[in-house]
């Protein structure tokens, strides 16, 4: 599809799960498993791993996403447009 995840991405507050830089929109995923896609987007949050990109001038989307090892499938997952300071502008996604 001509671009690349990034995995496991290091910052100095943590690790990000995925990053996928397209032209004009940056994605940022945290995964959790058998907790909650809210639990997920609070630590996108607590650990600011949006900051990095905040200043290239391209959409921030976070995506927190639960796996539910029971139904091994996605149970929960949410999504979220940042500005470049961080403040939610809109839910992108809705919840299951």
């Known amino acids: 599809m001509g671009f690349h995840p990034l995995s496991e991405r290091s910052t100095n507050t943590g690790r990000i799960d995925v990053v996928l830089e397209m032209s004009n929109t940056t994605y940022i995923m945290e995964l959790k498993l058998d907790r909650t896609s809210d639990a997920a987007l609070k ?41 470049a300071s961080g403040e939610k502008v809109k839910n992108i996604f809705p919840s299951f």
Do not use: M, T
Request: cysteine-free.
């Open 43 to 83: 630590q996108i949050h607590d650990k600011r791993y949006w900051k990095p990109y905040a200043d290239k001038g391209k959409e921030i989307v976070v995506i927190g996403a639960n796996f539910s090892s029971k139904d091994r499938n996605i149970s929960d997952w949410k999504g979220e447009l940042l500005s």
